[in-house]
């Protein structure tokens, strides 16, 4: 590994590590989304006629309930380099921007991985009528972890544009929800039969959609750090 | 402080500014400022608040980009070259630039490690800055002139080249104000350090200070070296 690489590499361990210590320290986050993604599903168990769904319903009632929960995050992963400087004080450091769009994306794909452990069994348990066996657990898994990269990469870059903005509340919403709506509706299609109630499979042209998704924002943030940090 | 190799002073000026202009919208906050400070130079800015003295720190700082003219900072041109100046630029803000969340210390090592500087500097500057028994606080907890310590402990972490400070000593008890004084002062095995200094205290800058800049809407309204400068000077800065 190169002296470049791995000062890179310690970057974004060192920015990460900020992001989960400011949120055990101060929690806004990880608390804010998960307290909406349960109520939403809670309003939803008594909503819904019988209280209980599979298939394409379940699955669009946990992605868009996801989708919500997401712009909670996105609109708070930059608020403190905006309102305590961080942003100028990085930008006096050698570390590369790439490092702290990493970072970021890195901090939001874990908040959304620890809000899916948590909400997608309270989502099973309060309005999904099928169950998963352990292949098609991983699978959904699998998905999930996709949809979450996606939503990390693309949120994070909305996020940094969103957040020099006066209305941050209000940018972050219009900016996120056409984004990332192609990823939610192709997570959709793809879990959809494993939520069905006698089980099905995921098709692979899914899987790859998700995967080129997640690639081309990924690519498009590491593209872009430098005019997103230094502008 | 941790030893640093001594070395030769540069030969590139600190500071060289060349017809710098910078626009917010259409307002002119800087006017074409043209100056030379050499390398190991101090450099007071003077002048009434709203005369661009923070600007011209950010813009030197390579915060921002002028929006005309050149600015050339430890031999390199901003903001074009910015990642050769970075880390050996400290940069002491209004904004302590701070963590509210996290500890002192935590705020220390985290600036310390993308700074690549040495962790140990860490206890140094939190003894030299009489930081030492609030180090677990958390900087939310911190009064302004304790704030202001912590911003500037992490200011000097890397060593830097060029210091821009931006009335340092602001909220700070006599005591504190002497003891931070001295640390912003100090030049380590006679390696010149380059500062720029923006204050309302003519007579501390007239003191410390190799070149006066006084700044009046933005223009350049003095400067000279401190001997040559009247009181009337100073007065008509402010009026």
């Known amino acids: 590994m190169s002296a470049a690489s791995a000062g890179w590499g310690a970057d974004v361990r060192t920015l990460l590590t900020l992001e989960w210590r400011r949120e055990r320290r101060a929690p806004q986050v990880l608390p804010t989304m998960l307290l909406f993604s349960v109520g939403a599903f809670v309003l939803f168990r008594f909503g819904l006629q019988d209280g209980s769904i599979d298939g394409t319903l379940a699955a669009g009632v946990l992605l868009v309930t996801t989708l919500l929960a997401a712009l909670l995050g996105i609109g708070r992963l930059w608020s403190a380099e905006e309102e305590e400087g961080g942003l100028d004080a990085f930008r006096l450091t050698p570390a590369s921007a790439a490092a702290l769009v990493a970072a970021k994306a890195l901090a939001l794909w874990s908040f959304l991985v620890v809000l899916h452990l948590v909400a997608v069994p309270a989502f099973a348990f309060l309005l999904l009528s099928s169950s998963l066996d352990a292949g098609e657990l991983l699978r959904f898994a699998g998905i999930m972890l996709l949809l979450d990269l996606g939503i990390a990469a693309a949120g994070t870059l909305v996020g940094a544009i969103a957040a020099a903005a006066r209305s941050r509340e209000l940018l972050v919403p219009l900016l996120a929800v056409p984004l990332l709506i192609p990823v939610i509706a192709v997570a959709s299609q793809a879990v959809s039969p494993l939520l069905e109630q006698h089980g099905g499979s995921v098709e692979g042209r899914w899987w790859l959609v998700l995967a080129l998704y997640d690639g081309v924002f990924l690519l498009v943030g590491w593209a872009v750090s430098d005019g997103i940090v230094e502008d | ?239």
């Open chain 2, 1 to 239: 402080m941790a030893p640093a190799p001594p070395a030769t002073a540069p030969a590139a000026p600190g500071v060289q500014l060349d017809g710098l202009i910078r626009r917010r919208g259409e307002r002119l906050v800087l006017r074409e400022i043209t100056l030379e400070l050499p390398a190991g130079g101090t450099l007071a800015l003077l002048g009434p608040n709203g005369a661009g003295k923070s600007t011209l720190l950010r813009v030197l700082a390579g915060l921002l980009r002028p929006s005309r003219g050149r600015c050339r900072v430890l031999g390199h041109e901003l903001p074009r070259e910015r990642h050769a100046v970075r880390g050996r630029v400290g940069y002491l803000a209004h904004e302590p630039m701070l963590y509210r969340d996290l500890t002192v210390r935590e705020n220390l090592v985290h600036r310390a490690r993308l700074l690549r500087a040495p962790i140990g500097q860490v206890d140094e500057l939190l003894a030299a800055t009489g930081l030492q028994r609030r180090a677990s606080f958390p900087v939310a907890a911190l009064s302004r002139g304790l704030t202001q310590r912590t911003a500037a402990a992490a200011t000097l972490l890397a060593d830097p080249e060029l210091l821009l400070l931006d009335e340092p000593l602001a909220n700070l008890d006599p005591v504190a104000a002497e003891q931070l004084g001295a640390l912003l002062d100090a030049r380590p095995f006679g390696v010149a350090r380059t500062r720029v200094i923006a204050g309302h205290d003519p007579d501390a800058a007239l003191a410390e200070a190799d070149l006066v800049l006084g700044l009046k809407d933005g223009a350049v309204a003095l400067l000279a070296a401190p001997a040559a400068i009247t009181d009337a000077e100073i007065g008509a800065l402010y009026r």
